[in-house]
Structure formats: structure tokens, C-alpha cells
């Protein structure tokens, strides 16, 4: 109530000071020393207080009597609200219960002098049953993305994603990298495209028809318009596979037919071992998971190789100049052979092989020296003739064979020409002969070689055994090899693709003649994230709890329930305290029977599947939807009251307006239950039997007689208009039950028994709003529970109803006559609803996500707690909506009303200041943070208005307020930027271009502050 007079003594000596220089300029007034004028002027101004006090009183006195007429009680305290974790004890049971209105306590601190204590509010089974992995899949993306547990993609290749082994990391980089992946990531539910392990790869393998350097390798595509498509948009790209891992080619071109790409690479392709064989990797990959399989006629490749001298030139003993040699030294003989490698050209199976080089014929004389004569002749001997002529034979490689090793033997090579008679001639220049290169060629060991390669050996050669002669051997010089599979396109060995997290063979596919599936994304079918359990789920109630991010205009996503079976997944009961998914909470199921442990990705765990109902369309893209910070198994919800045990009164007479105590403070309700043996009738027995029998209980003696008979009465706030004639009222100013004047409604009898019994729940108030992890213990003992906390500080409590506010509200019921018509009736109502309701707005025809009619109301509210989330607003959001709908005077339905939390424009300023003294820096950069972080707070309080809803500060005003500084700085520059989340998603603006709607309210942000010195 406001005061008709706030002066005080002070003020009323500081008045008749200052009306001394009028009145009496002769008479020197001193408070410090004061004379016979001074002390009356004193005492005057005391008396003068009094009677101001009384003034002031008298109207509250009105005010408080006016207000009784209506008969009104406190408001009980509200209990606060938490949530409690349970985590089971390791390997001792497969899960405990715990009841509704198990006691836990948060122990004493500097805060609060007395332990706090909370009870359940509902049963919970807690296993032992670990949330192990969580992954979550978008259709519309073709995205898995993995939140809990390691999950990697699929692997190309062997080692792909090969990182340093956990043997090479220290212990504590060890641990650092477990506990990442034990803890969920936060992610905007069946939103989420990054980090996605999903990928759209086709993997081509050869023997060999890849391993070409600077020279193009073709690859076609038959019936493939759509995956072309995807290239040329950049969509798909080609890669191989090296020795340092995935490379991309220097060069991809589109050929004129429109599906033929010629791929150039430097580098060398990166053998793979599979079965018996070795190949090299071309693949094609997506940049983004494709949602839609791609079907393509046949995969065709070629390639071609330029002119490359050979690899090595061997006898098998000595090693040659590969670019200068004598194939079959100077000295000719049948047999000799020379081994000219080339294992790269030479393992292109099905290519038409090239060879050139240039040709010059050596010779080499061979004579029988005079020695040689004589050891000849020892034998016989002929005179000799009187004139010796030696004569010269001619020796040549009349013919030579020219083999491949097949792994069993040399085998001829079939030539385009008769190379076996090439050197027979003795024509010098250019050869060049050509031969298809078999596929059974295989490596042989040459010497200090091993690989592919061409022998050449004399099989013919008249005369080179004869002395003396001329032996006319053959000098090899640039000899080149070249490859083509001209027009000839071939199957590659092996073809495999990634569709999403799963790799298959599809080398079989291109042979059919109706296509094949090249190309898939994850084989998703719908929108789902799916939680793995390490066990079973034994009993239920099970209670998992899901924190939502705190943001104003989330979009309800109605999702299904399921979990898996040996048979599949199927539909899971659940009871839904998250309202969709637009707030934190938990949602709770009984385990079915037959829920068993089934494989997805590779893992076999107990599934339960969140599936979204309803498939989201491309307009809803950019809704903004709910971000999921937590999921923690095991949790309830908690309240701070205390259950007392029932106690039981006896009445000696029984009086109109009987008062019992009830012997505590903040009572929250009582449950009465009162003895009417003596006066309820049988026929009323029967009908609470039929129609209520929650409401009856009666006691029997040994012998079957009826003792007792106890009816649950119920609280009204006045007995001049009672539910029912069996109520009570509680006085929770004094702690006392209240029974009516027996006239408007009954009231105990006095019976040989109990006359009536009174169980009463207590609270704390506002000292039950503890921090988090403060809720730590038991009242008592629970086995297998090895932990427990609270992860979310405690809400909404608040103590008894004080006088000034009940004054306030009784003043409000008479203004509105208890109805709700006009706007400031609502206001009022709201307020007076809970005192942790700082400020509320009330928009017509709007709802927060930009939408409404003529009828949506919306009732923005903003908590003085705003700071520490959300809780508190959702703990009193739904009863709210259901008060106000019972004092609803006006038919509106209750599709139209909606409880909102503002939106709120997080206020970010950089401010540049010149200073004058530089060792002022850092006490005026903390004096701006905090006069702005002041300044933008939208709660009232001491010396503060706040902001109301729907307004947000101007550059200008956040200028004057700093103006207050400038004896020691000066503002020479400020950046203001507006960051804020609405139900298209996340913005940033400069605060000048903000466009202002009635939902906003702002708070503080970052504050960057730029000292300038000059």
C-alpha cells in the first residue's frame, strides 16, 4: 500500500531548518548543539513521525479490513522443483526401485543453515542398464550422425581413418579421449547435417589398368544421365588411392560422347591385397550423403600409356643400360637370352602393347691364336703348307624367340608381326612390332628383378661356334614401350559401394542387362534418433530425461516410441513430460517383456527408437527446433516437501469454529481423514464403496466389527461457499486446521476413538531453491545406489503468502469482481500468481512464431530467474493456463491461449573510450561491463525498473547511460549488436536494423571495451 506521507524525523528537522532563515534569520538552528528552540523542534519532529505513521496505518488498517469481507486466506508456499540422477552400483543388481516420496536430502552450506529435503514424485525402477550409444538419422539429409559412443564411417579402404595407436597417447590424452566419447554432444533434434558418418561412395578395382602416370585412364558410364549429372555439378567426385591415401586427379575431363571421363594423374596408385590378388582403387564420391539411390546401365574403363623405356634389362646375371645394350652380348651363342621388364605396361591385360627401339649390327672378330693351333694339332699333324689363308665365317642370329612367363613356363608372345627372324636380315633402323597382352602373364624372378617381362633368346645361329668368324650381333638402343586399349572399354574386377554407414559388393550388378544401383544414401526411411543400452531393462517404471535448450518458439515435433524386438521394432507406450520435445523433461515407459538386443551399425544393443511421425517438408527446413544438451537415464522429478507422519487428534466436545494446530510453518496441504462411525449411514457407506473409495477407509477389530469408518474430507477457502459439506479450512499464517460452524458444513463428532487424523506435506519456500548437485543423499537407506544428484538447480519455491501481497491481490478480486475481462485483470492475476513472476505482457491475436488469429492470446512472462533457464517458468507454466482458464469470464478457448517465455535479444556492446589517466584502464573497462550488464537487465529491482517485454533499448539511451563516465573516459566509438533466437533460428543484427516484435525483452551480452590513449 502506498504511503499517504513517507517523511521521516530526519526530514522533518532538515524542513524546520530550512524555515528557520525565513521565520527566525535571528535564531542560529544547530541539530549537534542545540538549545531550549532546537530541542522542541526535536521533539516536535518525533511527534510529527508518529502521527505520520498513524496516517499511513490508518489506510492500510482500511485496506485490511476492506479486504477481509472477502473472506480471503495466504496463498500456501510453493515448493520448489528439481531433478535427481540415480546411478546403480556396478555389477550387483540389475536395478532397484524407488518408491513415490523417497526422501533425499540436500545437505546444509553457506546458504541455507538446514539440510533441505525433497521427496519423489513418482515411482521409478532405476537399472542398471548404461545409455551406451546415440545416434540420430535425418531422411531429407541422408545423414547418421553419431552423439554417444564412437562411431566412425565406413572405411574405402583398409586404414583409411588410421590414427595413432592408444599405446602411442599418454595417459592423460588417453583418458581426455575417452571421456569425449562418454559424454552426448548437443544437437538440434532431426536437424543435424554435420559430423554425419554417412557416405555415397562407388569404388572401382583393377589389377592394373589404373597404375598409369601422366596418361589418361577413360572411364564411361552407360544409362547413367543422373550421375553424370552429379559430376559435371561438381556434386561427385573422382579419387584414387595412393601410398599417402585419397589424392584427387590432376585432371578430370568430360569426353565429346557425353559419358566417357578421361582422369589424369602424377602419382602412383596404392596396391591392395584382396584374396589372391592385387589392385588399385578409383572411387567416386559424394560430397554430401545422397537420400536417392542412383541407377546407372554398366561401368566400361581404358586406358592408354605413352612411350616408356623399360623398367630393367637383365641376363639374368649382369644388368643393362635399359636405354643402350647388346641383348645378347658381342659374343653370340644359342641360348643366350636377355630379360627386358616392364611390369606396369606389361600387367595391362587385354591392351594392345607397343614396343620400338632402333637397331645397329656390331661386329666382333674371333681368330684361333697360334697357341690354340698347336694344342689343336698335338695329335696329328700335317705338314704344313707352304701358304696359310685363314678364312672367316659369317655368324648372325638367324632366329630368336620372344616369351612371356605364364607361371608354369616360358610362353611364345603372339605378334602382330614374325619377330622371331627380326635380326636374321641384319637391317639396321627402327623396329616396331606390336602384341595383345595375355592374362596369364605373370611376374617372374630375374635376377635381382622381380616382374613382368619379355625374354629374348637365340634359338638359331649358324657359324657361331666356328673360329675364326665374324660374329654380328645386335645393338639396342631407345627402346620404348607404349599401351592402348584403343576402343575397347572393360568391366573393372571389382566394384563396391558405401551407402550411408554400410558397404557392399557389387560386382555381380553391372552384368545384369537391367542396371544396377551404383550409388545410395543411409537406407534410412524416416527422421529417428536411437538411444543403445548396454542390458536388458528388467522392471519399470524406466525414466529417461531429456534437457532441451532454453529458446522461446520451439516447434512441438510429435514423434512415436519404439523399441526392439527379436521380431524388429515396435511401438513403445510412453508417458510424455516434455510436451513434444518444447521443453526439458522426462519421458517414462515399462520395458516390454520381449524387448531383446538387436545389431544396428554394427552394434548390438537394446534400442529404443524416437521416430518422428510426420516426414518434414522442405517449407519446414528452417523451423527452429528443439537442441538436446543431455539425455540421462534414470531421473525423476522432485519436490521440497516433507511428508509428516499422519498425526491423530481426539475431541473431548465438539464446538463450532474448532482451531487445531498443526505445528509447523509453510504448509503446503493437509490430508484429513475424520471418524464418522457414529453418524454416517450404511447407505452412505455403500455409495463412497460404489462411487468413491478412495474416499472411505474402515478399520475393523479382531472380531470383524466395524471400528472405525474414516472419510476423506476436502480443503475449501471459505466455508460460505463449500465444494462439499465435509471440508476444512487451513490457516497457514498460524499453522492451523479449521473446521467450519456446523452450520455451512459438518464438523468432527466426538467418538471413543480417533476423531479425525491429519497427514500434512511441508516445504521450505524459497530456501528449496538449491544449486545444482546439491540433492546428494537419502533420508534413510536405498540399496544398489551408488550416487545421486541434481543436474538442474531447484525452481519456484517460495514461502507463505505475505500480508502486502495478499492486500494487493484481495484488492484485485474486488477491482475485477473475480472475473477476467480486461487486460490489467489478467496482469494482475498473473502477477499475484507466484512472486517468482517478475513481468508480464499480454499480446492479442499473436502467437510467438510470427502466426495467430483474431482469437490467440498470448501471455508473455518473464521470470526473476530467468538467468538460470527455463525450469521455473515450465514449473508454473501449466497450472497458470489452467487457473486462468478457470477464472475465465470470456468463452476462449484453451487452443488460444498461450504461456510464453519472451524472446530474448542478448545485447553485445563494443565501445571504444579515450582516457585520460592510462592507470584508469582497467577499473573504467570494469566499471562499463558493469554498468552495462546493469543497465540491460530486464528484472525489477532495488534501484532498477528493468525493461518491459516488447521494448528494447535504442543506441541513444545505452549512450546516455554511459555518460555518466565521462569525467574519467570518453565514448568515441560503440558497436551494438542484437543476438537473439526465434522460431526461424538463430540471428545477429546490429541493434539500429533489429526489428522490434512484442515477445522481445533484452539481457545483458558480452561486453568488449577498447581502451584509446593518446
Not at 643366350?336 to 600387367?347: A, K, P, T, V
Request: proline share 4%; with cysteine.
Amino acid at each position: 500500500m502506498r504511503n499517504v506521507d513517507n517523511r521521516r524525523v530526519q526530514d522533518i528537522e532538515n524542513r524546520i531548518e530550512e524555515l528557520s532563515h525565513s521565520y527566525t534569520p535571528e535564531w542560529h538552528y544547530d541539530a549537534e548543539n542545540p538549545d531550549i528552540g532546537a530541542t522542541i523542534a526535536k521533539l516536535f519532529a518525533y511527534q510529527m513521525q508518529d502521527n505520520i505513521d498513524t496516517l499511513n496505518g490508518i489506510m492500510e488498517r482500511y485496506q485490511a479490513e476492506f479486504v477481509n469481507m472477502l473472506d480471503l486466506t495466504l496463498n500456501p508456499a510453493m515448493a520448489s522443483k528439481s531433478l535427481v540422477v540415480f546411478n546403480m552400483i556396478d555389477n550387483v543388481s540389475s536395478g532397484t526401485e524407488i518408491p513415490k516420496g523417497t526422501k533425499l536430502v540436500a545437505s546444509a552450506n553457506e546458504e541455507n543453515s538446514n539440510d533441505v529435503i525433497f521427496e519423489t514424485d513418482r515411482n521409478l525402477y532405476v537399472t542398471s542398464s548404461k545409455l551406451t550409444n546415440v545416434f540420430m538419422v535425418d531422411y531429407e539429409y541422408g545423414t547418421v550422425t553419431p552423439l554417444l559412443g564412437k562411431m566412425s564411417p565406413q572405411e574405402i579402404y583398409e586404414d583409411e581413418y588410421k590414427k595413432k595407436n592408444e599405446e602411442d597417447l599418454d595417459d592423460e590424452a588417453l583418458a581426455r579421449q575417452k571421456e569425449q566419447e562418454a559424454q552426448l554432444k548437443p544437437f538440434i533434434l532431426f536437424n543435424e547435417k554435420e559430423n554425419s558418418i554417412c557416405r555415397s561412395v562407388l569404388i572401382m578395382y583393377h589389377e592394373n589398368l589404373f597404375d598409369v602416370s601422366d596418361d589418361p585412364i577413360f572411364i564411361r558410364f552407360s544409362e547413367g544421365d543422373k550421375l553424370i549429372e552429379l559430376i559435371d555439378k561438381g556434386t561427385l567426385s573422382f579419387k584414387y588411392v595412393s601410398k599417402n591415401g585419397a589424392e584427387e586427379f590432376d585432371s578430370v575431363t568430360k569426353l565429346e560422347d557425353g559419358s566417357t571421363y578421361a582422369l589424369v594423374k602424377t602419382g602412383d596408385c596404392r596396391k591392395f591385397e584382396v584374396g589372391e590378388k592385387e589392385y588399385s582403387i578409383i572411387y567416386l564420391e559424394a560430397s554430401n550423403s545422397l537420400v536417392k539411390d542412383i541407377k546407372i546401365g554398366g561401368i566400361g574403363i581404358s586406358s592408354k600409356g605413352g612411350e616408356l623405356p623399360p623398367e630393367f634389362v637383365t641376363d639374368g646375371n649382369l644388368e643393362y643400360d635399359r636405354h643402350s645394350f647388346d641383348p645378347f652380348t658381342d659374343v653370340l651363342s644359342v641360348y643366350n637370352e636377355c630379360y627386358i621388364g616392364h611390369d606396369r605396361y606389361f600387367s595391362k591385360t587385354g591392351s594392345k602393347i607397343t614396343i620400338s627401339f632402333k637397331t645397329k649390327f656390331l661386329e666382333k672378330d674371333l681368330t684361333v691364336s697360334a697357341k690354340q693351333e698347336e694344342e689343336r694339332l698335338t695329335i696329328i699333324k700335317r705338314k704344313p703348307r707352304s701358304v696359310w689363308t685363314e678364312q672367316y665365317s659369317d655368324a648372325i642370329v638367324n632366329e630368336i624367340s620372344f616369351e612371356y612367363f605364364n607361371g608354369l613356363g616360358w610362353k611364345k608372345l603372339n605378334c602382330n608381326i614374325e619377330v622371331g627372324t627380326i635380326f636374321a636380315e641384319g637391317r639396321e633402323g627402327e623396329y616396331t612390332f606390336s602384341f595383345n597382352c595375355p592374362d596369364d602373364w605373370k611376374e617372374s624372378d630375374v635376377g635381382a628383378y622381380s616382374g613382368r617381362c619379355i625374354r629374348m633368346q637365340i634359338v638359331k645361329s649358324d657359324n657361331c661356334y666356328l673360329r675364326p668368324s665374324i660374329h654380328h650381333y645386335p645393338h639396342i638402343t631407345d627402346m620404348k614401350f607404349a599401351y592402348t586399349y584403343e576402343d575397347q572399354f572393360i568391366k573393372p574386377d571389382k566394384l563396391e559401394m558405401i551407402s550411408g554407414t554400410v558397404k557392399k559388393d557389387i560386382t555381380q550388378g553391372q552384368f545384369s542387362d537391367d542396371g544396377f544401383i551404383a550409388m545410395g544414401g543411409s537406407g534410412y526411411t524416416e527422421d529417428a534418433i536411437y538411444l543403445g543400452f548396454d542390458s536388458p531393462m528388467k522392471s519399470g517404471p524406466i525414466s529417461i530425461y531429456f534437457e532441451v535448450a532454453d529458446a522461446a518458439g520451439l516447434y512441438p515435433v510429435n514423434c512415436r516410441f519404439e523399441y526392439s524386438s527379436s521380431e524388429g521394432f515396435r511401438p513403445l507406450r510412453v508417458l510424455d513430460y516434455t510436451d513434444d520435445f518444447t521443453k526439458s523433461g522426462i519421458v517414462r515407459f515399462i520395458p516390454p517383456s520381449d524387448m531383446s538386443d538387436i545389431k544396428v551399425e554394427e552394434r548390438k544393443r537394446y534400442w529404443i527408437r524416437i521416430v518422428r511421425s510426420v516426414k518434414q517438408a522442405v517449407e519446414d527446413s528452417i523451423k527452429f527446433m528443439p537442441r538436446i544438451t543431455h539425455i540421462l537415464p534414470n531421473a525423476i522429478t522432485v519436490t521440497n516437501t516433507f511428508t509428516a507422519e499422519p498425526s491423530s487428534y481426539f475431541i473431548d466436545e465438539s464446538l463450532p469454529d474448532m482451531h487445531f494446530s498443526l505445528a509447523a510453518g509453510n504448509v503446503l496441504d493437509a490430508e484429513v481423514w475424520v471418524n464418522e462411525k457414529n453418524t454416517i449411514t450404511k447407505q452412505e457407506i455403500e455409495n463412497y464403496y460404489m462411487n468413491r473409495p478412495d474416499l472411505i477407509r474402515v478399520e475393523r477389530d479382531l472380531v470383524g466389527n466395524i471400528s472405525s469408518v474414516y472419510i476423506k474430507w476436502q480443503e475449501t477457502d471459505s466455508f460460505d461457499n463449500p465444494p462439499s459439506r465435509r471440508c476444512y479450512m487451513i490457516d497457514r499464517l498460524f499453522g492451523e486446521i479449521i473446521f467450519s460452524d456446523g452450520i455451512s458444513c459438518y464438523i468432527p463428532r466426538v467418538t471413543d476413538d480417533v476423531a479425525f487424523t491429519v497427514k500434512t506435506r511441508y516445504t521450505n519456500g524459497a530456501e528449496g531453491n538449491v544449486g545444482k548437485y546439491r540433492i546428494t543423499d537419502f533420508l534413510g537407506n536405498v540399496p544398489y545406489i551408488d550416487s545421486l544428484t541434481n543436474p538442474v538447480r531447484a525452481y519456484g519455491g517460495s514461502g507463505l503468502e505475505t500480508i502486502p501481497s495478499a492486500l494487493k491481490r484481495g484488492a484485485s478480486i474486488i477491482h475485477s469482481r473475480n472475473r477476467l475481462v480486461s487486460i490489467s485483470d489478467y496482469k494482475n492475476v498473473i502477477l499475484n500468481y507466484s512472486d517468482a513472476i517478475d513481468k508480464v505482457e499480454i499480446v492479442c491475436g499473436k502467437t510467438i512464431n510470427g502466426k495467430g488469429t483474431p482469437a490467440d492470446i498470448s501471455f508473455v512472462i518473464l521470470m526473476k530467474d530467468f538467468m538460470s533457464g527455463s525450469f521455473s517458468f515450465h514449473n508454473i507454466a501449466r497450472q497458470l493456463k489452467q487457473h486462468l482458464l478457470e477464472s475465465c469470464e470470456i468463452t476462449i478457448d484453451e487452443d488460444n491461449i498461450h504461456i510464453v517465455e519472451p524472446t530474448f535479444v542478448e545485447i553485445s556492446v563494443n565501445v571504444w573510450v579515450e582516457v585520460a589517466n592510462i592507470d584508469d584502464s582497467f577499473e573504467i573497462q570494469a566499471q562499463i561491463r558493469d554498468v552495462l550488464t546493469a543497465y540491460l537487465h530486464p528484472v525489477t529491482y532495488a534501484s532498477h525498473a528493468g525493461w518491459n517485454i516488447g521494448t528494447i533499448p535504442k543506441k541513444s539511451q545505452i549512450l546516455m547511460r554511459l555518460s555518466i563516465l565521462k569525467s574519467k573516459a570518453i565514448v568515441k566509438r560503440i558497436a551494438i549488436i542484437g543476438k537473439y533466437a526465434d522460431h526461424n533460428g538463430d540471428k545477429e543484427v546490429d541493434i539500429t536494423d533489429l526489428e522490434v516484435t512484442p515477445f522481445m525483452v533484452c539481457k545483458s551480452g558480452k561486453h568488449n571495451v577498447h581502451i584509446i590513449y593518446d
